[in-house]
């Protein structure tokens, strides 16, 4: 089977930094992606790392060890509008692109 | 470029009915995932179709069926719903000639099953 697991809830204030920790057991493991999802929203596409090491894009970074079965999203200069749901997901080597996703992790920034 | 697009947005059905719902892929994506996403939980895939023919498919039951057509848009249909069926259904477009990685959801359609 597929697991990934994610903190549930983060709480960080404006302009500070936050990591959300991702952790997987998989087959077939291919890459890890993250989404975010705001309330009521769909989830749109962050960053995706097929390989180890660092993704970055503008404010948000993404880490992926493969060693370790262990991914993280770093969100820098955090603004309130980050405010939403978190999820990483494992793409799997099935042959056809399959995401599975961890359950989220909600991230409230405060004034 | 227009986005992914879902209908109806909301939807309530009684247990035992059947529902379809829509989706329109991204423009150039045909690859098409549904995704069922319950209430505080990620997104569980259902599907996928790729050139209108369903190439993978996650652990949910065969009354949970889909189509695509030749214009890369999709239909999921569910047969005998359930309550456990209430849930934000998400559609996915994705090119894999492209950032196969890469997918752009819809906003969704709420169903409620009463």
Redo the contacts between chains.
């Keep these: 089977g597929q697991s990934l697991e994610q903190p549930s809830e983060v709480t960080a204030v404006e302009g500070a930094i936050v990591q959300i920790n991702c952790t997987y057991q998989t087959s077939g493991f291919y890459g890890l992606s993250w989404y975010q999802q705001h309330d009521g929203g769909a989830p749109t596409f962050l960053s995706y790392n097929g390989l180890d090491g660092l993704e970055e894009t503008g404010r948000f970074s993404s880490f992926l060890s493969r060693s370790d079965s262990y991914g993280y999203l770093l969100l820098q200069e955090l603004q309130m509008k980050d405010s939403a749901s978190y999820f990483c997901a494992v793409r799997l080597n099935t042959g056809f692109q399959k995401l599975v996703f961890g359950t989220g992790t909600r991230l409230l920034v405060s004034p | 470029e227009t986005g992914?697009t879902q209908s109806p947005t909301h939807l309530i059905k009684t247990r035992g009915q059947q529902v379809t719902l829509r989706c329109s892929s991204q423009s150039g994506h045909n690859?098409v995932?549904w995704?069922q996403q319950a209430l505080?939980?990620?997104?569980?895939?259902i599907f996928?179709y790729?050139r209108e023919e369903e190439?993978?498919r996650?652990n949910f039951p065969p009354r949970f069926s889909g189509l695509q057509f030749p214009n890369y848009s999709s239909e999921l249909n569910v047969n005998a719903l359930e309550l456990d069926d209430s849930a934000l259904y998400?559609c996915?477009s994705?090119n894999?000639g492209l950032?196969?990685?890469?997918?752009?959801?819809?906003?969704?359609t709420r169903l409620t099953v009463t």
Excluded: H, K, M
């Design positions: 992914v690859t995932s995704y505080g939980q990620g997104p569980q895939f996928q790729y190439n993978g996650g998400l996915a994705s894999p950032a196969d990685y890469e997918q752009y959801f819809g906003p969704g």
